[in-house]
């Protein structure tokens, strides 16, 4: 049994969509709402969680749309592609929007720029599900950790480019001295990438066939599956099974409590404590991406050898001991500019939090959808995300109340609480583990992705 690399890259491209638009999404919307509408940090904060609690009904909702879902292009494909084009023509109103208010600021811009932002929101929330779920839909289990690294690895370039766009067209030396910067065009060339990953995914993947060969296979497999009948014809998980499961959710909402955090905020924290401008703040999160990318695809073969939930919890581990030098550092210097030395060891900081982060990834939703049958991927795809976005909802406002009231300085103290509570967390979780291949060594590895 081997992992077929290419028709999971071509899979990927919709997660790479995805990612590249969520990224400018939580580095430019927080800016434009304080410089632009001069809103605090806690109205900042609850806009931003806005997305996070229609995600909470819509994730599970159309995941489980999806499952029952028969369009002759397959499942998946058909919220891939009608999201995709609600969501680039709401985008780009956005940056007009904002423009429009600084020339000429009025309420009814503001309102119409919230509203805007509701229905993108509602129109990513559409396809998030089923563009996630589509990798596990023709990945035998065994292999989920490994197609899930590659999947997380098409996201990272997403991420990633944006980024790099991001820090060459709006470097401080290109916004220096400006009253307001124009985000158009970030925000077209990143509509671009999201149409020409939706067409892909569209044009080269054959969800149909594929997922026949997956169901015949999953037949062939019946120890995959951890449900047992419940005496009345009903498939269920068993007791210890589900407790696994509502701990593992649990952890996701906590790393993600910790994570989300930090992508939020921190080009606000370092604007605040270094006065740095978003496309140097964003060569740090870039740095950190980087490191995610680097760890993704080891992660997999990892958790293949030594079990999903040790791999997370080494993730979880170094990235707790991250923050907590990101705060000393922040202590230790504390001018109002970030000194050379700083800058050293928050590279590294962030590279080891992107690599802490890309661990956990790689392997969290395979140990959720593990605990599924094949039909149910998507509902439990959408558990995963409740969970996940349960998180996001609370902590843009809560981290944003807490700098706002107390002191920047509580941003890495906040991430390390929550991150050591994830570590506990895991401890309880005994099952999604899957170790039932053989694992090769070196390049024999990566041979047996073709």
Same mark, same amino acid.
């Given at each position: 049994m081997k992992l077929n690399k290419w028709q999971t890259i071509r899979i990927g491209f919709a997660f790479l969509s995805i990612c590249a638009f969520w990224q400018?999404?939580?580095?430019?919307?927080?800016?434009?709402?304080?410089?632009?509408?001069?809103?605090?940090? /806690?109205?900042?904060?609850?806009?931003?969680?806005?997305?996070?609690?229609?995600?909470?009904?819509?994730?599970?909702?159309?995941g489980r749309l999806s499952d029952k879902c028969k369009s002759k292009m397959g499942k998946r494909k058909p919220f891939i592609l009608?999201?995709?084009? !609600?969501?680039? &023509?709401?985008?780009? *109103?956005?940056?007009?929007?904002?423009?429009?208010?600084?020339?000429?600021? =009025?309420?009814?811009?503001?309102?119409?720029?919230?509203?805007?932002?509701?229905?993108? *929101?509602?129109?990513?929330?559409?396809? #998030?599900?089923?563009?996630?779920?589509?990798?596990p839909d023709l990945t035998p289990k065994p292999l989920r950790s490994q197609g899930n690294a590659? &999947?997380? *690895? +098409?996201?990272?370039?997403?991420?990633?480019?944006?980024?790099?766009?991001?820090?060459?067209?709006?470097?401080?030396? #290109?916004v220096a001295g400006m009253e307001h910067v124009d985000y158009f065009l970030l925000f077209a060339i990143v509509?671009?990438?999201?149409?020409?990953?939706?067409?892909?995914?569209?044009?080269?993947?054959?969800?149909?066939?594929?997922?026949?060969?997956?169901r015949d296979l999953e037949a062939q497999h019946?120890?995959?599956?951890?449900?047992?009948?419940?005496? =009345?014809?009903?498939?269920?998980?068993?007791?210890?099974?589900?407790?696994?499961?509502?701990?593992?959710?649990?952890?996701? !909402?906590?790393w993600y409590t910790a994570y989300n955090a930090l992508e939020t905020w921190f080009t606000t924290f370092a604007a605040?404590?270094?006065?740095?401008?978003?496309?140097?703040?964003?060569?740090?999160? /870039?740095?950190?991406?980087?490191?995610?990318?680097?760890?993704?695809?080891?992660?997999?073969?990892?958790?293949?050898k030594i079990g999903r939930k040790k791999t997370i919890i080494i993730g979880v581990v170094d990235m707790a001991i991250c923050f907590v030098i990101g705060f000393i550092t922040t202590q230790v210097y504390t001018g109002d500019t970030i000194e050379p030395v700083q800058k050293i060891i928050f590279y590294v900081i962030l590279v080891l939090i992107g690599a802490g982060w890309g661990t956990i990834n790689v392997n969290s939703l395979p140990m959720v959808i593990e605990m599924c049958k094949g039909?149910?991927?998507g509902m439990f795809t959408g558990y995963y995300y409740?969970?996940? +976005?349960?998180a996001q909802i609370v902590t843009p406002i809560l981290c944003g109340t807490l700098l706002k009231h107390i002191s920047y300085d509580v941003f890495f103290p906040y991430a390390f609480i929550f991150m050591v509570l994830a570590f506990i967390t895991m401890m309880f979780v005994k099952h999604g583990d899957s170790k039932n291949i053989e694992v090769k060594k070196g390049l024999e590895a990566f041979e047996d992705m073709d």
């Open positions: 400018m999404y939580n580095g430019i919307v927080p800016l434009i709402l304080k410089k632009t509408f001069n809103l605090d940090e /806690t109205i900042t904060g609850i806009i931003m969680a806005a997305d996070n609690v229609i995600a909470l009904f819509l994730l599970p909702l159309f009608f999201g995709t084009i !609600a969501a680039v &023509i709401l985008m780009l *109103l956005l940056p007009l929007v904002d423009n429009s208010y600084f020339d000429n600021p =009025s309420l009814g811009k503001e309102i119409f720029f919230i509203a805007i932002l509701g229905a993108l *929101l509602i129109a990513m929330g559409t396809y #998030r599900s089923p563009a996630v779920a589509l990798m590659i &999947i997380n *690895l +098409m996201g990272a370039v997403g991420g990633i480019i944006y980024l790099g766009i991001s820090a060459v067209l709006y470097s401080s030396k #290109r509509a671009g990438i999201m149409i020409v990953a939706m067409l892909i995914v569209m044009i080269s993947v054959n969800e149909v066939k594929l997922g026949k060969e997956m019946p120890e995959w599956d951890l449900s047992v009948d419940d005496g =009345s014809g009903n498939a269920v998980l068993p007791k210890e099974v589900k407790k696994s499961l509502i701990f593992v959710l649990m952890s996701c !909402a906590l605040v404590k270094w006065n740095m401008a978003l496309g140097d703040a964003n060569l740090y999160l /870039t740095v950190g991406t980087v490191g995610a990318i680097v760890c993704y695809i080891p992660a997999g073969f990892i958790a293949s039909s149910d991927v409740t969970f996940c +976005m349960a």
